[in-house]
C-alpha cells in the first residue's frame, strides 16, 4: 500500500522545492534572472527525486512526469542562459591580443537573446508544477535504504556514461553524463541525513556538475561561434575557447576517476 503524500519523504522534499521555488512569482510577478534559476534547478532535482520511484512507479507514468518537468525547463530556458554567455565571453576575450570587434561581440549575444518570462508565464508555471504534484507517484514506505535501488542504478548510469564520454571524448557523452551526475548528488542530497557534513561522494559529485557545467556553456558557445561567419577575432577566439575545453575536459576526467575509479576508462 502507497503512503499518503504527507507520509512520502520524497513528496514532501518535491512539495517543499517547488513551494520555494514559486515564492518570487505567487503574487503574479514575472520571474528575474534569479528566480528562473532556482525553478530550473527545482525541475531537476524533481526529475532526480522521481527516478528514485523506478523499483515502485511504472515507467510510462514516470516518463510523463519527467516530460512535464523537462517542458517547464524549456519555457524558462534562455534568460539567465544569456548572462553567462556575456561572463564567458568576456573572460575569453580578456586572453586575446586584441579586442574582440563589437560586432561579433553584438552577434554572440543576438544569438543568446531569448524573450524575458511575463507574468502570464508566471501563472503557467505555478500551475504546470501544481499538476506535477498532483500527479506524484508515493512509495510504499518511507524507509530510506529502499530508495537505495534506485540511487545505485543512477551512479551506475552515471559511471557508465562517465566511461563512454572518457573514452570517446564526444562532448554529448559529457553533456548526457551531467545529466545523471546531477541526478547522483540530488539524491544523495535527498537521502543523507542532514545532520551530518557531506561525506567525499557528495563533494566529488558537486565539483563534477560544476566542471561539466562549465563544459556545456563552452561547447554552447562554440556552436555560436561555428554559425558566425570567418573573421580574424572569431577563429583567435574559438582557438582560446578549444583550449580552455581540452583542459575542462582534463579536469573532469581526473574527477571521473576520483569518483569512480579507475576501472574501465582508457583515457
Given at each position: 500500500m502507497a503512503l499518503t503524500p504527507d507520509a512520502d519523504p520524497l513528496y514532501q522534499a518535491a512539495r517543499?522545492?517547488?513551494?520555494?521555488?514559486?515564492?518570487?512569482?505567487?503574487?503574479?510577478?514575472?520571474?528575474?534572472?534569479?528566480?528562473?534559476?532556482?525553478?530550473?534547478?527545482?525541475?531537476?532535482?524533481?526529475?532526480?527525486?522521481?527516478?528514485?520511484?523506478?523499483?515502485?512507479a511504472g515507467h510510462q507514468r514516470l516518463r510523463q512526469l519527467d516530460q512535464q518537468l523537462r517542458q517547464i525547463a524549456k519555457t524558462l530556458a534562455g534568460s539567465r542562459d544569456l548572462?553567462?554567455?556575456?561572463?564567458?565571453?568576456?573572460?575569453?576575450?580578456?586572453?586575446?591580443?586584441?579586442?574582440?570587434?563589437?560586432?561579433?561581440?553584438?552577434?554572440l549575444l543576438q544569438a543568446s537573446h531569448a524573450r524575458a518570462p511575463?507574468?502570464?508565464?508566471?501563472?503557467?508555471l505555478i500551475a504546470a508544477f501544481a499538476a506535477v504534484l498532483a500527479d506524484w507517484p508515493h512509495s510504499a514506505t518511507g524507509a530510506a535504504d529502499h530508495?537505495?535501488?534506485?540511487?545505485?542504478?543512477?551512479?551506475?548510469?552515471?559511471?557508465?556514461?562517465?566511461?563512454?564520454?572518457?573514452n570517446s571524448d564526444q562532448d554529448a557523452l559529457y553533456h548526457r553524463c551531467r545529466k545523471w551526475i546531477k541526478y547522483a548528488l540530488y539524491q544523495r542530497e535527498q537521502l543523507h541525513d542532514a545532520r551530518l557534513p557531506a561525506d567525499r561522494q557528495m563533494t566529488l559529485l558537486t565539483r563534477l556538475g560544476e566542471r561539466?557545467?562549465?563544459?556545456?556553456?563552452?561547447?554552447?558557445?562554440?556552436?555560436?561561434?561555428?554559425?558566425?561567419p570567418a573573421s580574424t577575432d572569431r577563429d583567435a577566439l574559438a582557438a582560446?575557447?578549444?583550449?580552455?575545453?581540452?583542459?575542462?575536459?582534463?579536469r573532469i576526467i581526473r574527477l571521473f576517476i576520483r569518483t569512480f575509479g579507475r576501472g574501465g576508462f582508457r583515457c
Open positions: 517543499n522545492r517547488v513551494r520555494a521555488a514559486l515564492l518570487p512569482i505567487v503574487n503574479g510577478a514575472a520571474p528575474d534572472a534569479d528566480a528562473v534559476h532556482q525553478l530550473r534547478v527545482c525541475c531537476k532535482r524533481l526529475r532526480a527525486l522521481l527516478q528514485l520511484y523506478r523499483p515502485y548572462h553567462v554567455q556575456q561572463q564567458l565571453i568576456k573572460q575569453l576575450a580578456s586572453t586575446l591580443d586584441t579586442p574582440l570587434s563589437p560586432a561579433l561581440n553584438s552577434r511575463s507574468s502570464t508565464d508566471s501563472e503557467h530508495w537505495q535501488i534506485g540511487l545505485q542504478r543512477t551512479i551506475k548510469r552515471a559511471r557508465k556514461l562517465a566511461r563512454s564520454a572518457c561539466l557545467g562549465e563544459l556545456q556553456d563552452l561547447c554552447n558557445l562554440e556552436a555560436q561561434l561555428q554559425r558566425s582560446r575557447l578549444e583550449q580552455r575545453k581540452h583542459h575542462c575536459k582534463r
